[in-house]
């Protein structure tokens, strides 16, 4: 089957679905929010836009999230 909609969603790539897991299930928290699972995911969302900041060439600052507060 040729899949020709990528516009409406995209499938995942598998070291993607790999390092979201844990977000998805456990580790639930929102990063706006003051408790523990809020803070870690806060700390992960940083991390992540420290990465994509390194791999464009931007400061990470220059990055926003839908949570960004």
Same mark, same amino acid.
């Given at each position: 089957?040729?899949?020709?909609?990528?516009?409406?969603?995209? #499938?995942? @790539?598998?070291?993607? =679905? $790999?390092?979201?897991?844990?977000?998805?299930?456990?580790?639930? !928290?929102?990063?706006?929010?003051?408790y523990?699972?809020g #803070?870690? @995911?806060?700390?992960? =969302? $940083?991390?992540?836009?420290e990465?994509?900041?390194?791999?464009? !060439?931007?400061?990470?600052g220059?990055?926003?999230?839908?949570?960004?507060?």
């Open positions: 089957m040729i899949y020709l909609d990528n516009n409406a969603t995209t #499938r995942l @790539a598998p070291e993607v =679905l $790999e390092a979201m897991l844990p977000w998805l299930g456990d580790h639930y !928290g929102n990063p706006s929010g003051g523990r699972f #803070r870690e @995911a806060r700390k992960a =969302l $940083e991390r992540a836009r990465q994509v900041a390194a791999l464009i !060439g931007a400061q990470p220059e990055l926003l999230a839908a949570c960004r507060t």
